[in-house]
């Protein structure tokens, strides 16, 4: 919900203390409600604060100016335990503390749901190819999930949003900044579509800059919220595929996705790259163990 009740108000707070990471923020919370937290923290008495590192900043921070700053932007928070958290993110034990959504969260409840991703340098036939998917999938009812990306998970996105049957799937995003940083700049109509169509969530709070560390845990989110994923033409030196749930908790906590991504490579599923055009494209799907396709079988592929 948007922060008006006391622990997601506390909750943003914590959360946008400097230097705070998802997993510090999910020990601080954990067993203990937020507002016993965070009094903790600025007390400079919370066992998992041992070296006082936040004491300052928490006692600099008004948390009623937080809560209004997220009700002002619309950005609601979807707590671990609460009714709106995504189910498929339960079973993950380094799932995020907090999500910070804006749009409809329900739609991350869906029972289908397929992650299309690939490079941000994209050729034409990638993105048309990207495009024509998500249209297929979405009019099927399949939500389509992706990182808003420059490339490919833009034109999955652009092409979910065109579906108008009326079992059309509305469309998931997850970003690595905050929900206030649109990332890159020039998707500003996308995210605004998306957020009106569907639903955007992060695990960032508001004002997280585009860092590179951000972007492995978005990845690891969508990973956790599918039924499949596919990657449309992957340049092997571009990838943002991530592990999917079966793999070890361990191999999915990888520094480096591209690494985890291969060791899941028999989840994924290739497009055929063009006879006449694109050279480049699925390289990490040219690994033994997938499905060679054609977009006409791409609702067969996913039981459709």
Not at 53 to 66: H, L
Not at 184 to 192: F, G, V, Y
Not at 222 to 248: F, G, K, Y
Not at 249 to 259: H, K
Request: contains cysteine; hydrophobic residues 40%.
């Amino acid at each position: 919900m948007i922060p008006g009740g006391d622990a997601e108000a506390h909750v943003a707070a914590l959360a946008g203390l400097p230097g705070m990471s998802s997993a510090r923020l999910s020990k601080l919370l954990d067993g203990i409600h937020p507002a016993q937290a965070w009094q903790s923290v600025k007390a400079g008495k919370h066992c998992a604060d041992p070296g006082r590192r936040f004491r300052r900043s928490a006692r600099a921070t008004d948390v009623a100016e937080v809560a209004a700053r997220y009700r002002r932007a619309g950005v609601r928070l979807l707590l671990r335990g609460e009714s709106d958290y995504p189910s498929a993110l339960l079973g993950d034990p380094t799932a995020p503390a907090v999500l910070f959504s804006t749009g409809e969260p329900a739609v991350l409840g869906s029972s289908a749901a397929v992650a299309i991703i690939g490079t941000r340098s994209a050729t034409a036939y990638g993105r048309r190819v990207a495009a024509e998917i998500g249209v297929a999938l979405a009019e099927e009812g399949v939500v389509v999930v992706s990182g808003l990306a420059r490339g490919i998970d833009s034109a999955a996105h652009t092409g979910a949003l065109r579906a108008s049957s009326p079992a059309a799937a509305r469309p998931a995003a997850v970003v690595g900044t905050g929900i206030d940083v649109v990332y890159p700049s020039s998707s500003a109509d996308l995210w605004e579509r998306v957020a009106r169509g569907g639903v955007i969530v992060s695990e960032s709070p508001l004002g997280t800059a585009p860092q590179p560390w951000v972007f492995p845990a978005r990845n690891r989110i969508i990973a956790d919220n599918l039924s499949q994923t596919l990657p449309v033409l992957i340049d092997m030196r571009r990838i943002v595929a991530h592990p999917i749930r079966e793999i070890e908790t361990s191999e999915r906590s990888s520094a480096d996705p591209a690494d985890a991504a291969k060791k899941s490579v028999r989840k994924l599923r290739r497009i055929p790259r063009s006879e006449h055009r694109d050279r480049r494209g699925c390289g990490l799907a040219c690994h033994a163990g997938c499905s060679r396709i054609r977009r006409y079988r791409i609702l067969n592929l996913f039981g459709i």
